[in-house]
């Protein structure tokens, strides 16, 4: 069996890695439990865990919800990528009444991976299951930073049920699946990722159960689908049935209440070659529609400079700490991949300078804009028309905004300082007024900046598009950006 990848053409199945790997991680444990009096804090973690490592893990751990009335408890295992850099795989686990007698109390023990150390296991959570706890005591002061050899994954998948073939290529064109179960997933989980390619296992959030949907996992089970919040990015299964142009992979899969995103190339930014630098040019503007021949849409950008990009002057001259280059160059491969690059047709993958020059130059949008005078309309709420489709006509400015190709490097790029170099790149894409972006490390910006970059924002079509052939160009490129 072979589904679309990122890329929308053909990959088999058996792609897992091909020989034993040892992968480091480091470990924390957080939670509520009978033996302390502080409620949901964290018990112990490895010398190696950051503190917004432990910041994130709390976070996601209090998105994990409520357990509604009647809900089983039950362990569980879920994985997401932090914005703080590495990607978080927690099993849960439940641990009777608390110190004060309340029952539901949770333990969630995580392990903390590096994103290309993720993938050089496979980019499958599923391997890691066996080394996370679900016994813990008041003498659990301390946990040790671990090394996991990771096997090779099977030459032919194994055979799988429809629901999980269904789920895959939902999940491998960009979709996002809930499924109302009365218990954990994880067996059915285990089939999804193991027929998924690998570029989507690397990128996918998975939840085998939780009672909410705080983290907006890819895929997800919980009790009961009533009363959870899910954004515009899912919609009902039946309106995906009733869609002209849904497939076959779309069908009524069982008997699982089911949300799946309407199916979507999650990244059409083409790979091509660009030459000896990195191989893979990411340009998701070479065939946005041209203008009616009875529309008059502004030219592409570049506008005057509206700001200069960061002064090198001011960034103190300073030895680079081989340990922070490597973890640059692993974020930035991470952000190439996740809007299209793959990292194995990367040949240079020691030099951030050269992996930054080509994101700012090919992640760019040069299709038509819309003018002074239409975004002055869109202001106007005296205006028939609807409200909302106003809103979201700016927005998706906005959002295309940050790909203009109007805040080129400067020429001096390769020459300056690394966190410069970070910083110009932030600037480069427009989000150089990000608050608290003077506080990242280094490592920390390029998992921001692929955070920022994608999309966060409903395409559902509007009136508007029809007649602002700039509103089509920008809707077709932001479709093809990963979502958040």
């Not at 034993?20 to 112990?44: H, M």
């Not at 089911?258 to 040019?281: D, H, N, S």
């Not at 109007?406 to 608050?435: C, I, K, Y």
Request: hydrophobic share 40%; with cysteine; net charge negative.
């Amino acid at each position: 069996m072979t589904i679309l990848d990122s890329f929308g053409s053909e990959t088999t199945i058996a792609n897992r890695i091909a020989r034993p790997v040892e992968i480091g991680y480091e470990q924390a444990v957080y939670g509520s439990f009978p033996f302390w009096d502080r409620g949901y804090s964290i018990l112990a973690h490895s010398p190696g865990c950051r503190p917004e490592w432990l910041v994130g893990l709390r976070a996601a751990c209090q998105h994990f919800g409520e357990r509604p009335a009647g809900a089983s408890e039950a362990s569980a295992l879920f994985a997401l990528p932090l914005e703080a850099g590495p990607w978080l795989i927690v099993g849960v686990s439940p641990q009777g009444e608390d110190d004060r007698g309340r029952p539901g109390a949770l333990a969630f023990h995580a392990l903390f991976l590096d994103p290309h150390d993720y993938r050089r296991a496979g980019g499958n959570p599923f391997d890691f299951a066996s080394l996370l706890r679900q016994d813990w005591t008041a003498d659990t002061e301390t946990l040790p930073s671990g090394v996991r050899t990771v096997e090779p994954g099977e030459l032919s998948p194994p055979p799988v049920s429809s629901l999980a073939e269904s789920i895959a290529t939902a999940l491998g064109r960009g979709g996002r699946v809930a499924l109302q179960a009365p218990a954990p997933i994880d067996a059915l989980a285990q089939e999804v990722w193991s027929v998924l390619p690998l570029a989507i296992r690397c990128r996918a959030s998975v939840a085998t159960w939780a009672f909410g949907n705080g983290n907006q996992f890819d895929l997800i089970a919980l009790p009961r689908l009533a009363g959870v919040g899910f954004d515009s990015s899912y919609v009902d299964l039946s309106q995906v049935e009733a869609n002209p142009e849904g497939r076959a992979a779309d069908r009524q899969i069982g008997h699982w209440g089911t949300v799946l995103k309407r199916a979507m190339p999650i990244l059409g930014l083409t790979a091509l070659l660009v030459g000896a630098a990195l191989g893979i040019v990411l340009r998701p503007d070479h065939d946005e529609p041209a203008p009616t021949a009875n529309k008059v849409v502004t030219a592409p950008l570049p506008l005057p400079l509206d700001r200069p990009p960061p002064d090198a002057a001011d960034y103190p001259a300073e030895a680079l700490d081989p340990e922070e280059k490597r973890r640059v160059i692993e974020g930035l491969i991470n952000l190439a991949e996740q809007f299209g690059m793959r990292s194995a047709d990367v040949p240079t993958r020691d030099d951030p300078a050269t992996l930054m020059t080509a994101l700012a130059s090919q992640l760019r949008y040069r299709g038509p804009w819309l003018s002074s005078t239409e975004l002055a309309e869109f202001e106007d709420e005296a205006r028939p028309g609807s409200s909302h489709d106003r809103t979201l006509a700016r927005e998706w400015h906005l959002r295309t905004r940050r790909f203009a190709p109007d805040r080129a490097l400067p020429a001096h790029f390769r020459d300056g300082p690394l966190r410069w170099q970070l910083d110009t790149l932030t600037w480069s894409f427009h989000l150089d007024d990000e608050p608290n972006a003077h506080r990242r490390s280094p490592a920390e910006i390029p998992h921001a900046l692929a955070n920022a970059l994608a999309l966060d924002v409903s395409l559902n079509e509007t009136p508007l598009v029809a007649s602002h052939p700039a509103l089509a160009a920008y809707r077709k490129f932001l479709d093809r950006l990963p979502r958040r």
